[in-house]
């Protein structure tokens, strides 16, 4: 089972950070939420966090609400949500390619 966590940063206009995956991992190419796997004796929670401050340099602190949990296969996926008080620049990290902060509303559920 791969257990894994992530965080969806909303800013207070609403908008959320996704990052674009580069070729380095799986899913090259594709928008994503800063988050990945847990390492061993770590919670979704730390996880979370600890993921979020790899891709991003930014420090959550606390990964924030718990919105949702999702086990798919052999996929056991946590999502946080967090507020954050700006829209920054993440500082983005080698798995990464780019970023933009969206409105929710304008993507198409797959």
Do not use: C
């Amino acid at each position: 089972m791969i257990v894994a966590a992530g965080i969806i940063l909303q800013s207070p206009s609403g908008r959320v950070l996704v990052l674009k995956r580069s070729s380095m991992g799986d899913a090259a190419g594709m928008w994503a939420l800063p988050g990945g796997k847990l390492e061993e004796g770590e919670n979704a929670e730390g996880a979370a966090a600890r993921e979020t401050l790899e891709e991003t340099g930014y420090r959550v602190g606390s990964p924030g609400t718990l919105v949702m949990r999702r086990v798919t296969g052999d996929v056991d996926y946590s999502t946080f949500l967090k507020k954050v008080d700006e829209e920054f620049t993440p500082k983005l990290n080698e798995e990464h390619t780019a970023f933009a902060w969206i409105d929710p509303k304008e993507v198409v559920n797959v």
